[in-house]
DNA sequence: CTCTTATCGTGAAATTATTCACAGCCTAAA
DNA sequence: TTTAGGCTGTGAATAATTTCACGATAAGAG
Protein backbone atom coordinates (compact mmCIF):
# COMPACT_ATOMS: atom_id res chain seq x y z
CA UNK A 1 0.00 0.00 0.00
CA UNK A 2 2.21 2.68 -1.28
CA UNK A 3 0.83 6.03 -1.50
CA UNK A 4 2.09 8.54 -4.00
CA UNK A 5 3.37 12.26 -2.18
CA UNK A 6 0.83 14.37 -4.10
CA UNK A 7 -2.01 12.02 -2.53
CA UNK A 8 -0.46 12.54 0.91
CA UNK A 9 -0.40 16.40 0.54
CA UNK A 10 -4.04 16.21 -0.64
CA UNK A 11 -4.98 14.22 2.10
CA UNK A 12 -3.39 16.35 4.95
CA UNK A 13 -5.63 19.26 3.12
CA UNK A 14 -8.39 17.08 3.74
CA UNK A 15 -8.40 16.90 7.08
CA UNK A 16 -7.99 20.24 7.50
CA UNK A 17 -11.24 20.80 5.98
CA UNK A 18 -12.99 18.05 7.53
CA UNK A 19 -11.44 19.70 10.95
CA UNK A 20 -13.47 22.97 9.71
CA UNK A 21 -16.69 21.13 8.44
CA UNK A 22 -17.15 18.90 11.56
CA UNK A 23 -16.74 22.77 13.70
CA UNK A 24 -19.83 23.40 11.61
CA UNK A 25 -21.85 20.38 12.96
CA UNK A 26 -21.51 18.78 9.76
CA UNK A 27 -21.40 14.70 9.79
CA UNK A 28 -21.21 13.79 6.07
CA UNK A 29 -18.99 15.17 3.04
CA UNK A 30 -19.49 14.42 -0.60
CA UNK A 31 -16.36 13.95 -2.54
CA UNK A 32 -17.76 16.89 -4.75
CA UNK A 33 -17.72 19.01 -2.18
CA UNK A 34 -14.20 18.37 -0.72
CA UNK A 35 -13.25 18.49 -4.21
CA UNK A 36 -14.69 22.15 -4.66
CA UNK A 37 -13.08 23.70 -1.22
CA UNK A 38 -9.77 22.23 -2.23
CA UNK A 39 -10.19 23.38 -6.15
CA UNK A 40 -9.89 19.83 -7.02
CA UNK A 41 -12.01 17.38 -8.66
CA UNK A 42 -15.08 14.76 -7.73
CA UNK A 43 -12.87 11.81 -8.90
CA UNK A 44 -10.09 13.03 -7.52
CA UNK A 45 -11.15 13.18 -4.09
CA UNK A 46 -12.71 9.63 -4.62
CA UNK A 47 -9.56 8.38 -5.63
CA UNK A 48 -7.53 9.23 -2.70
CA UNK A 49 -9.92 8.21 -0.42
CA UNK A 50 -9.92 4.78 -2.29
CA UNK A 51 -5.94 4.73 -1.76
CA UNK A 52 -6.36 5.89 2.14
CA UNK A 53 -8.56 3.17 2.31
CA UNK A 54 -11.56 4.58 3.33
CA UNK A 55 -15.39 3.82 2.25
CA UNK A 56 -18.49 6.27 1.35
CA UNK A 57 -21.89 5.41 0.64
CA UNK A 58 -23.81 6.40 -2.31
CA UNK A 59 -26.51 8.86 -0.37
CA UNK A 60 -24.57 10.16 2.32
CA UNK A 61 -21.12 10.53 0.84
CA UNK A 62 -18.35 10.35 3.48
CA UNK A 63 -18.61 10.11 7.21
CA UNK A 64 -16.64 13.02 8.34
CA UNK A 65 -15.26 12.06 11.80
CA UNK A 66 -14.64 8.42 10.77
CA UNK A 67 -12.60 10.04 7.65
CA UNK A 68 -10.90 12.25 10.00
CA UNK A 69 -9.46 9.36 12.05
CA UNK A 70 -8.64 7.46 9.01
CA UNK A 71 -6.55 10.38 8.03
CA UNK A 72 -5.24 10.90 11.82
CA UNK A 73 -4.10 6.71 11.62
CA UNK A 74 -2.08 7.46 8.40
CA UNK A 75 -0.20 10.76 8.96
CA UNK A 76 0.18 11.29 12.75
CA UNK A 77 2.72 9.25 14.53
CA UNK A 78 0.81 7.81 17.73
CA UNK A 79 2.34 9.62 20.40
CA UNK A 80 2.88 12.64 18.25
CA UNK A 81 6.04 13.87 16.75
CA UNK A 82 8.64 16.00 18.60
CA UNK A 83 9.82 19.13 16.39
CA UNK A 84 13.35 21.05 16.90
CA UNK A 85 13.41 24.46 15.16
CA UNK A 86 16.55 25.87 14.17
CA UNK A 87 17.21 29.50 13.76
CA UNK A 88 15.15 31.37 16.51
CA UNK A 89 15.59 34.64 14.13
CA UNK A 90 11.98 36.70 12.90
CA UNK A 91 11.13 34.11 10.63
CA UNK A 92 11.63 31.22 13.45
CA UNK A 93 9.58 33.08 16.16
CA UNK A 94 6.60 33.79 13.50
CA UNK A 95 6.31 29.61 13.05
CA UNK A 96 6.32 28.62 16.46
CA UNK A 97 3.26 30.18 17.14
CA UNK A 98 2.07 29.15 14.15
CA UNK A 99 2.42 25.42 14.39
CA UNK A 100 1.65 25.63 18.12
CA UNK A 101 -1.81 26.88 16.97
CA UNK A 102 -2.63 24.52 14.35
CA UNK A 103 -0.82 21.26 14.51
CA UNK A 104 -1.08 19.31 18.08
CA UNK A 105 0.37 16.31 16.59
CA UNK A 106 3.13 18.48 15.55
CA UNK A 107 5.03 20.33 18.60
CA UNK A 108 8.33 22.19 18.43
CA UNK A 109 10.05 21.23 21.68
CA UNK A 110 13.33 22.70 21.23
CA UNK A 111 14.99 25.77 19.33
CA UNK A 112 18.16 26.29 18.39
CA UNK A 113 20.77 29.06 17.63
CA UNK A 114 23.84 30.60 18.01
CA UNK A 115 22.93 33.90 19.47
CA UNK A 116 24.39 33.33 23.24
CA UNK A 117 21.82 36.08 24.53
CA UNK A 118 18.80 33.50 23.57
CA UNK A 119 20.64 30.35 25.59
CA UNK A 120 18.40 28.98 27.89
CA UNK A 121 15.54 31.40 27.37
CA UNK A 122 12.09 30.24 26.74
CA UNK A 123 10.72 31.83 23.45
CA UNK A 124 7.05 31.21 22.58
CA UNK A 125 6.79 28.39 25.53
CA UNK A 126 9.75 26.95 23.81
CA UNK A 127 13.51 26.40 25.59
CA UNK A 128 16.32 28.04 23.03
CA UNK A 129 19.39 26.09 23.21
CA UNK A 130 23.15 26.59 21.92
CA UNK A 131 23.34 24.58 18.48
CA UNK A 132 26.61 23.18 19.73
CA UNK A 133 23.85 21.55 22.61
CA UNK A 134 22.12 19.73 19.72
CA UNK A 135 24.37 16.76 19.20
CA UNK A 136 23.20 15.77 22.89
CA UNK A 137 19.62 17.05 23.07
CA UNK A 138 17.69 15.33 19.90
CA UNK A 139 18.65 11.90 20.63
CA UNK A 140 18.17 12.04 23.82
CA UNK A 141 14.89 13.56 23.08
CA UNK A 142 14.77 11.41 19.85
CA UNK A 143 13.51 14.08 17.97
CA UNK A 144 13.64 13.19 14.07
CA UNK A 145 12.04 16.36 12.58
CA UNK A 146 13.11 19.75 12.30
CA UNK A 147 12.29 22.63 10.88
CA UNK A 148 15.47 25.05 9.32
CA UNK A 149 15.07 28.74 9.41
CA UNK A 150 18.83 29.80 9.92
CA UNK A 151 20.78 32.33 7.20
CA UNK A 152 21.80 31.14 3.98
CA UNK A 153 25.65 30.67 4.57
CA UNK A 154 24.85 28.10 7.49
CA UNK A 155 22.65 26.54 6.24
CA UNK A 156 24.27 22.88 4.97
CA UNK A 157 26.69 23.20 7.99
CA UNK A 158 23.91 23.08 10.17
CA UNK A 159 22.26 20.50 8.28
CA UNK A 160 24.97 18.67 8.11
CA UNK A 161 25.21 18.29 11.97
CA UNK A 162 21.91 17.81 12.00
CA UNK A 163 21.52 14.86 10.14
CA UNK A 164 24.49 13.54 12.45
CA UNK A 165 22.56 14.39 15.21
CA UNK A 166 19.93 11.67 14.08
CA UNK A 167 17.29 14.41 12.25
CA UNK A 168 15.52 12.38 9.66
CA UNK A 169 13.27 15.33 7.94
CA UNK A 170 13.91 19.09 7.28
CA UNK A 171 11.78 21.37 6.37
CA UNK A 172 13.59 23.97 4.87
CA UNK A 173 12.98 27.53 4.82
CA UNK A 174 15.89 29.07 3.90
CA UNK A 175 16.40 29.73 0.03
CA UNK A 176 19.50 26.94 -0.65
CA UNK A 177 19.54 23.23 -2.06
CA UNK A 178 20.21 21.09 0.97
CA UNK A 179 22.61 18.20 0.05
CA UNK A 180 21.98 15.23 2.58
CA UNK A 181 22.39 11.26 2.05
CA UNK A 182 20.20 8.86 1.19
CA UNK A 183 17.16 8.26 4.32
CA UNK A 184 16.72 11.91 5.16
CA UNK A 185 14.13 14.03 3.57
CA UNK A 186 14.02 17.39 2.80
CA UNK A 187 10.84 19.48 1.92
CA UNK A 188 11.66 23.04 0.64
CA UNK A 189 9.73 25.96 1.81
CA UNK A 190 11.14 28.24 -0.92
CA UNK A 191 9.55 31.23 -0.48
CA UNK A 192 11.31 33.46 -3.18
CA UNK A 193 10.10 30.76 -5.74
CA UNK A 194 6.63 30.84 -5.10
CA UNK A 195 6.21 34.35 -5.32
CA UNK A 196 8.56 34.45 -8.42
CA UNK A 197 5.99 31.61 -10.16
CA UNK A 198 2.94 33.65 -8.52
CA UNK A 199 3.79 36.80 -10.41
CA UNK A 200 4.95 35.18 -13.31
CA UNK A 201 1.97 33.23 -13.35
CA UNK A 202 -0.22 36.41 -12.93
CA UNK A 203 1.20 38.07 -15.27
CA UNK A 204 0.92 34.95 -18.05
CA UNK A 205 -2.56 34.73 -17.43
CA UNK A 206 -3.09 38.08 -18.02
CA UNK A 207 -1.49 37.64 -21.56
CA UNK A 208 -3.35 35.09 -22.44
CA UNK A 209 -6.26 37.20 -21.55
CA UNK A 210 -5.18 39.81 -23.78
CA UNK A 211 -4.66 37.32 -26.72
CA UNK A 212 -8.12 35.45 -26.54
CA UNK A 213 -9.70 38.36 -26.41
CA UNK A 214 -7.69 40.03 -29.35
CA UNK A 215 -8.48 36.61 -31.28
CA UNK A 216 -12.22 37.37 -30.32
CA UNK A 217 -11.98 40.57 -31.76
CA UNK A 218 -10.98 39.69 -34.91
CA UNK A 219 -13.30 37.06 -35.78
CA UNK B 1 5.86 28.31 -26.16
CA UNK B 2 4.20 27.29 -22.92
CA UNK B 3 6.36 26.09 -20.09
CA UNK B 4 5.10 23.75 -17.80
CA UNK B 5 4.85 24.90 -14.66
CA UNK B 6 7.29 22.63 -12.79
CA UNK B 7 9.83 23.46 -15.21
CA UNK B 8 9.54 27.37 -13.90
CA UNK B 9 9.84 26.18 -10.39
CA UNK B 10 13.39 24.38 -11.47
CA UNK B 11 13.83 27.24 -13.53
CA UNK B 12 13.62 29.80 -10.53
CA UNK B 13 15.66 27.28 -8.29
CA UNK B 14 18.40 27.38 -11.26
CA UNK B 15 18.70 31.17 -11.28
CA UNK B 16 19.33 31.14 -7.57
CA UNK B 17 22.40 28.35 -8.30
CA UNK B 18 24.12 30.47 -10.95
CA UNK B 19 23.95 33.71 -8.86
CA UNK B 20 25.82 31.97 -6.38
CA UNK B 21 28.28 30.72 -8.80
CA UNK B 22 28.64 33.75 -10.22
CA UNK B 23 29.73 35.24 -7.09
CA UNK B 24 32.19 32.35 -7.25
CA UNK B 25 33.88 33.66 -9.79
CA UNK B 26 32.47 30.95 -12.00
CA UNK B 27 32.08 31.57 -15.91
CA UNK B 28 30.45 28.13 -17.18
CA UNK B 29 28.30 25.38 -15.80
CA UNK B 30 27.20 21.92 -16.73
CA UNK B 31 24.15 20.00 -17.02
CA UNK B 32 25.05 17.68 -14.55
CA UNK B 33 26.83 20.36 -12.16
CA UNK B 34 22.84 22.34 -11.78
CA UNK B 35 21.30 19.02 -11.62
CA UNK B 36 23.78 17.72 -8.53
CA UNK B 37 23.05 20.74 -7.05
CA UNK B 38 19.16 20.89 -6.85
CA UNK B 39 19.21 17.51 -6.49
CA UNK B 40 17.55 16.77 -10.27
CA UNK B 41 19.05 14.72 -13.46
CA UNK B 42 21.37 16.03 -16.18
CA UNK B 43 18.69 15.30 -18.93
CA UNK B 44 15.73 17.39 -16.79
CA UNK B 45 18.25 20.28 -16.50
CA UNK B 46 18.70 19.97 -20.11
CA UNK B 47 15.13 19.89 -21.14
CA UNK B 48 14.33 23.13 -19.21
CA UNK B 49 17.09 24.78 -20.43
CA UNK B 50 15.50 23.87 -24.30
CA UNK B 51 12.25 24.62 -23.30
CA UNK B 52 13.66 28.18 -21.82
CA UNK B 53 15.42 28.21 -25.51
CA UNK B 54 18.89 28.60 -24.75
CA UNK B 55 21.52 26.65 -25.84
CA UNK B 56 24.76 25.45 -24.50
CA UNK B 57 27.77 24.14 -25.89
CA UNK B 58 29.44 20.48 -25.58
CA UNK B 59 32.73 21.92 -24.57
CA UNK B 60 31.96 24.58 -21.93
CA UNK B 61 28.23 23.90 -21.33
CA UNK B 62 25.82 26.94 -20.28
CA UNK B 63 27.14 30.46 -20.02
CA UNK B 64 26.14 31.49 -16.73
CA UNK B 65 25.47 34.94 -16.98
CA UNK B 66 24.23 34.32 -20.57
CA UNK B 67 21.42 31.94 -18.78
CA UNK B 68 20.90 34.33 -15.85
CA UNK B 69 19.56 36.85 -18.19
CA UNK B 70 17.41 34.83 -19.95
CA UNK B 71 15.94 33.45 -17.46
CA UNK B 72 15.23 37.23 -15.81
CA UNK B 73 14.05 38.08 -19.28
CA UNK B 74 11.51 34.94 -18.98
CA UNK B 75 10.74 35.48 -14.90
CA UNK B 76 10.59 39.52 -14.28
CA UNK B 77 8.71 41.79 -15.13
CA UNK B 78 10.19 45.03 -16.97
CA UNK B 79 10.37 47.63 -14.21
CA UNK B 80 9.90 44.79 -11.11
CA UNK B 81 6.95 43.86 -9.37
CA UNK B 82 5.13 45.41 -6.89
CA UNK B 83 4.07 43.47 -4.23
CA UNK B 84 1.40 44.26 -0.89
CA UNK B 85 1.56 42.23 1.86
CA UNK B 86 -1.52 41.89 4.03
CA UNK B 87 -1.05 40.77 7.38
CA UNK B 88 1.53 43.02 9.68
CA UNK B 89 1.49 40.05 12.36
CA UNK B 90 4.59 38.12 13.34
CA UNK B 91 5.11 36.21 9.88
CA UNK B 92 4.44 39.22 7.60
CA UNK B 93 7.07 40.85 9.39
CA UNK B 94 9.02 38.32 9.40
CA UNK B 95 8.92 38.12 5.70
CA UNK B 96 9.38 41.76 4.68
CA UNK B 97 13.36 41.57 4.99
CA UNK B 98 13.51 37.88 3.97
CA UNK B 99 12.24 39.10 0.40
CA UNK B 100 14.01 42.26 0.95
CA UNK B 101 17.35 40.50 1.35
CA UNK B 102 17.06 38.08 -1.63
CA UNK B 103 14.96 39.78 -4.08
CA UNK B 104 15.26 43.06 -5.70
CA UNK B 105 12.46 42.19 -8.30
CA UNK B 106 10.03 41.89 -6.12
CA UNK B 107 9.80 44.92 -3.92
CA UNK B 108 7.24 45.05 -1.24
CA UNK B 109 6.03 48.50 -1.69
CA UNK B 110 2.86 48.43 0.97
CA UNK B 111 1.42 46.73 3.76
CA UNK B 112 -2.42 46.45 5.67
CA UNK B 113 -3.25 45.37 8.66
CA UNK B 114 -6.75 45.86 10.51
CA UNK B 115 -4.72 46.91 13.59
CA UNK B 116 -4.73 51.25 13.94
CA UNK B 117 -1.69 50.99 15.86
CA UNK B 118 0.30 49.95 12.74
CA UNK B 119 -1.63 52.72 10.45
CA UNK B 120 0.94 54.86 8.75
CA UNK B 121 3.75 53.37 11.01
CA UNK B 122 7.01 52.16 8.56
CA UNK B 123 7.73 48.86 9.36
CA UNK B 124 10.70 47.36 7.36
CA UNK B 125 10.99 50.28 5.41
CA UNK B 126 7.53 49.79 4.31
CA UNK B 127 4.53 51.94 5.04
CA UNK B 128 1.35 50.23 6.48
CA UNK B 129 -2.40 51.10 5.55
CA UNK B 130 -5.71 50.24 7.04
CA UNK B 131 -7.25 47.64 5.00
CA UNK B 132 -9.82 49.73 4.43
CA UNK B 133 -7.59 51.77 1.92
CA UNK B 134 -6.53 48.56 -0.41
CA UNK B 135 -9.09 49.59 -2.96
CA UNK B 136 -7.63 52.80 -3.29
CA UNK B 137 -3.57 52.15 -3.08
CA UNK B 138 -3.74 48.94 -4.60
CA UNK B 139 -5.26 50.61 -8.03
CA UNK B 140 -2.79 53.82 -7.77
CA UNK B 141 -0.25 51.77 -7.03
CA UNK B 142 -1.29 48.82 -10.20
CA UNK B 143 -0.28 46.45 -7.68
CA UNK B 144 -1.06 43.40 -8.85
CA UNK B 145 0.42 40.58 -6.50
CA UNK B 146 0.15 39.84 -3.02
CA UNK B 147 1.13 38.03 0.38
CA UNK B 148 -1.41 37.05 2.43
CA UNK B 149 -0.63 36.88 5.94
CA UNK B 150 -4.28 37.44 7.74
CA UNK B 151 -5.53 35.28 10.24
CA UNK B 152 -7.47 31.93 9.11
CA UNK B 153 -10.62 33.46 9.82
CA UNK B 154 -10.33 36.95 7.50
CA UNK B 155 -8.40 34.94 4.71
CA UNK B 156 -11.25 34.60 2.13
CA UNK B 157 -13.17 37.63 2.83
CA UNK B 158 -9.54 39.71 2.64
CA UNK B 159 -9.07 37.63 -0.17
CA UNK B 160 -12.54 39.20 -1.88
CA UNK B 161 -11.43 43.09 -1.72
CA UNK B 162 -8.39 41.86 -2.75
CA UNK B 163 -9.37 40.80 -5.95
CA UNK B 164 -12.30 43.46 -6.40
CA UNK B 165 -9.05 45.99 -5.57
CA UNK B 166 -7.06 44.31 -8.92
CA UNK B 167 -4.87 41.76 -7.39
CA UNK B 168 -4.03 38.84 -9.92
CA UNK B 169 -1.69 36.88 -8.14
CA UNK B 170 -1.62 35.92 -4.28
CA UNK B 171 1.37 34.11 -2.18
CA UNK B 172 -1.09 32.56 0.26
CA UNK B 173 0.57 31.85 3.82
CA UNK B 174 -2.88 30.88 5.59
CA UNK B 175 -3.74 27.30 5.94
CA UNK B 176 -7.11 27.89 4.32
CA UNK B 177 -8.41 26.73 0.33
CA UNK B 178 -9.08 30.21 -1.02
CA UNK B 179 -11.78 30.62 -3.66
CA UNK B 180 -10.84 32.99 -6.29
CA UNK B 181 -12.48 33.68 -9.72
CA UNK B 182 -11.22 32.97 -12.67
CA UNK B 183 -8.25 34.65 -13.89
CA UNK B 184 -6.76 34.94 -10.43
CA UNK B 185 -3.87 32.61 -9.72
CA UNK B 186 -3.16 31.50 -5.71
CA UNK B 187 -0.05 29.62 -4.42
CA UNK B 188 -0.04 28.02 -1.40
CA UNK B 189 2.39 27.80 0.87
CA UNK B 190 0.93 25.53 3.23
CA UNK B 191 3.40 25.34 6.53
CA UNK B 192 1.42 22.89 7.94
CA UNK B 193 0.83 20.16 5.45
CA UNK B 194 5.02 20.56 4.52
CA UNK B 195 5.81 19.84 8.34
CA UNK B 196 3.22 16.98 7.94
CA UNK B 197 4.11 15.19 4.86
CA UNK B 198 8.22 15.73 5.86
CA UNK B 199 7.50 14.33 9.36
CA UNK B 200 5.22 11.32 7.84
CA UNK B 201 7.80 10.74 4.73
CA UNK B 202 10.60 10.50 7.21
CA UNK B 203 8.94 7.92 9.36
CA UNK B 204 8.05 6.08 5.53
CA UNK B 205 11.06 6.06 4.71
CA UNK B 206 12.97 4.51 8.26
CA UNK B 207 9.83 2.24 7.59
CA UNK B 208 11.41 1.22 4.84
CA UNK B 209 14.81 0.85 5.47
CA UNK B 210 13.76 -1.46 8.23
CA UNK B 211 11.97 -3.71 6.13
CA UNK B 212 14.60 -3.73 3.45
CA UNK B 213 17.02 -4.68 6.15
CA UNK B 214 14.39 -7.22 7.88
CA UNK B 215 14.05 -9.08 4.11
CA UNK B 216 18.03 -9.42 3.73
CA UNK B 217 18.54 -10.95 7.09
CA UNK B 218 15.81 -13.73 6.52
CA UNK B 219 17.33 -14.22 3.13
C1' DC C 1 -42.86 -1.84 -7.82
C1' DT C 2 -40.41 0.80 -11.16
C1' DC C 3 -38.17 4.96 -12.47
C1' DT C 4 -35.25 8.74 -11.63
C1' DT C 5 -31.54 10.87 -9.45
C1' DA C 6 -27.43 11.37 -7.00
C1' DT C 7 -23.50 9.32 -5.44
C1' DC C 8 -19.49 5.99 -4.88
C1' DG C 9 -15.71 2.80 -6.69
C1' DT C 10 -12.66 1.77 -10.15
C1' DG C 11 -10.68 -0.13 -14.81
C1' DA C 12 -9.12 2.08 -18.66
C1' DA C 13 -7.81 6.07 -21.32
C1' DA C 14 -5.62 10.38 -21.59
C1' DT C 15 -2.47 13.56 -20.21
C1' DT C 16 1.67 15.24 -18.14
C1' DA C 17 6.32 14.68 -16.57
C1' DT C 18 10.56 12.32 -16.53
C1' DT C 19 14.09 9.38 -18.22
C1' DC C 20 16.49 6.78 -21.82
C1' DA C 21 19.22 6.50 -25.72
C1' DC C 22 21.78 8.18 -29.08
C1' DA C 23 23.28 11.44 -32.86
C1' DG C 24 26.14 15.41 -33.30
C1' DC C 25 29.71 18.43 -31.81
C1' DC C 26 34.00 20.05 -30.00
C1' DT C 27 38.58 19.47 -28.09
C1' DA C 28 42.68 17.34 -26.93
C1' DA C 29 45.65 13.73 -27.33
C1' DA C 30 47.90 10.10 -30.10
C1' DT D 1 44.69 12.98 -39.31
C1' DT D 2 42.34 9.92 -36.54
C1' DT D 3 40.45 8.52 -32.25
C1' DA D 4 38.54 8.92 -27.72
C1' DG D 5 35.94 11.25 -24.27
C1' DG D 6 32.66 14.29 -22.40
C1' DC D 7 28.94 17.19 -23.27
C1' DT D 8 24.55 19.06 -25.53
C1' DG D 9 19.89 18.54 -27.89
C1' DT D 10 16.06 15.88 -28.57
C1' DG D 11 12.83 11.95 -30.43
C1' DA D 12 11.05 8.11 -28.32
C1' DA D 13 9.98 5.30 -24.38
C1' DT D 14 8.51 5.05 -19.82
C1' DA D 15 6.42 6.38 -15.57
C1' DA D 16 3.35 9.06 -12.83
C1' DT D 17 -0.84 11.41 -12.35
C1' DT D 18 -5.30 12.77 -13.57
C1' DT D 19 -9.54 12.29 -15.86
C1' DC D 20 -13.14 9.69 -18.21
C1' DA D 21 -16.71 6.52 -18.32
C1' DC D 22 -19.63 3.48 -16.47
C1' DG D 23 -21.46 -0.21 -13.36
C1' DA D 24 -23.26 -0.56 -8.67
C1' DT D 25 -25.97 1.13 -4.94
C1' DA D 26 -29.39 3.43 -2.32
C1' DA D 27 -33.45 6.24 -1.61
C1' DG D 28 -37.31 9.01 -2.70
C1' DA D 29 -41.16 9.92 -6.12
C1' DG D 30 -44.88 8.34 -8.72
Given at each position: MNIPERTIERISQYRRLLCDLKKHGRKNVYSHDLAERIGSTATQVRRDLMLLGFSGNS?????ISGLSQKISELLDNPGGEKVALFGVGNLGRALMPFFAAHH?????VASFD??????GRVINGCRCYSSDEMGVIIPRESIKVAILAVPAGSAQSVTDELVNAGIRGILNFVPVSLQVPAGVVVENMDMGMALEKVAFMARQIEKDLNCKKRGRDKT
Amino acid sequence: MNIPERTIERISQYRRLLCDLKKHGRKNVYSHDLAERIGSTATQVRRDLMLLGFSGNSKTGYEISGLSQKISELLDNPGGEKVALFGVGNLGRALMPFFAAHHQDLRIVASFDIDPDKFGRVINGCRCYSSDEMGVIIPRESIKVAILAVPAGSAQSVTDELVNAGIRGILNFVPVSLQVPAGVVVENMDMGMALEKVAFMARQIEKDLNCKKRGRDKT
